[in-house]
Antibody, heavy 121, light 107 residues
Framework: QVQLVQSGSELKKPGASVKVSCKAS????????MNWVRQAPGQGLEWMGW????????TYAQDFTGRFVFSLDTSVSTAFLQISSLKPEDTAVYYC??????????????WGQGTLVTVSS | DIQLTQSPSFLSASVGDRVTITCRAS??????LAWYQQKPGKAPKLLIY???TLQSGVPSRFSGSGSGTEFTLTINSLQPEDFATYYC?????????FGQGTKVEIK
């Protein structure tokens, strides 16, 4: 079955960087795009962008340009989210979510379990 | 960007109730809408896509309808495991956007 397993919680100081991984199994990794979604404590879901796992090119939502980088290691079916120059307001749970093509568009059918990133001095 | 507004934001209901959640889009999105369920500490789960198509494995008490700018998620005969937060999401255009969520709690 399809599984997305994310790396564990991180505690970082402001100004540091963090790299979150999302390892996929149960399907051909390069057949489906991967999205990243942020959820701040007690808040809703915020789409960060997506990466084409076949071509490797990322697309970022406007609020996630500059300090956020999506990357891949297709040899191990893993997507990565790197955040640099961390700020306290980056404290959130970060989810990866697989895209499927259905009914003329693309939907998020499988999600990782989430990675809590806490930024605090 | 397309804004999605869910109503209500909070709903108190009893087991066995029929519950309806509305999602309104700031512009027409055809039927490119999904509904997700999220329980505390867990990842969202896809319930419905293309506004009305039930994702595999999702109980038939969940149903979705709508097109254009107004959509509804209905849960017939609410079960204890259905108490959660529900989000709509549009996939008509980028950036993908979510509604603010509707929390369904036990009365």
């Amino acid at each position: 079955q399809v599984q997305l397993v994310q790396s564990g919680s991180e505690l970082k100081k402001p100004g540091a960087s963090v790299k979150v991984s999302c390892k996929a199994s149960g399907y051909t990794f390069t057949s489906n795009a991967m999205n990243w979604v942020r959820q701040a404590p007690g808040q809703g879901l915020e789409w960060m962008g997506w990466i084409n796992t076949n071509a490797g090119n990322p697309t970022y939502a406007q609020d996630f340009t500059g300090r956020f980088v999506f990357s891949l290691d297709t040899s191990v079916s893993t997507a990565f989210l790197q955040i640099s120059s961390l700020k306290p307001e980056d404290t959130a749970v970060y989810y990866c979510a697989r895209t499927i093509a259905a009914a003329g568009s693309f939907y998020f059918d499988n999600w990782g379990q989430g990675t809590l990133v806490t930024v605090s001095s | 960007d397309i804004q999605l507004t869910q109503s209500p934001s909070f709903l108190s209901a009893s087991v066995g109730d029929r519950v309806t959640i509305t999602c309104r889009a700031s512009q027409g999105i055809s039927n490119y809408l999904a509904w997700y369920q999220q329980k505390p500490g867990k990842a969202p789960k896809l319930l419905i896509y293309a506004a009305s198509t039930l994702q595999s494995g999702v109980p038939s008490r969940f149903s979705g309808s709508g097109s254009g700018t107004e959509f509804t998620l209905t849960i017939n005969s609410l079960q204890p495991e259905d108490f959660a937060t529900y989000y709509c999401q549009q996939v008509n255009s980028y950036p993908r956007t979510f509604g603010q969520g509707t929390k369904v709690e036990i009365k």
